[in-house]
């Protein structure tokens, strides 16, 4: 197990992040045993506003996890996330598909019909927006 320290802009491997992070492969957010939430991995075509927002979907336990992240951040005073991007628009191939954006934290939500009609996208409808801040590079 390789440990990787993050750089801003730098492109990373799935390996990459899980084994740094020691958390789950998959997830749009990504949790460890007892931290919670420890990654934000998201692809460009299904957050468009990515960093500031992540759109969440009606997909299995998506809404769990983002109701955690969300609590977790209101909950601890200094919780900052890895926020990593996959372009899937195809500019980056090979290898190294994930960069990093920086960490962040939710600072709130959006559930309204206002909020998410100019939001959606043709994989699952979307039903929630959560709001990013930087915390740090």
Sequence with gaps: MAFVRFHMGEYYTNRDIVDTLHCDERAFLRSAKDRGIVAICLNTAENPDVPAEIWVGDGPGRARLASALLSECRHQTHKAVPL??????GEV?????????????????????????????????????????????
């Design 84 to 89: 990593f991007v996959k372009d899937t628009a």
């Design 93 to 137: 191939a090979g290898a190294n598909p994930w960069r990093y954006l920086g960490a962040f934290r939710a600072i709130g939500e959006e559930r309204g019909t206002a909020a998410l009609a100019t939001r959606q996208r043709a994989t699952e409808p979307v039903v929630r927006v959560l709001y990013l801040a930087r915390v740090r590079d």
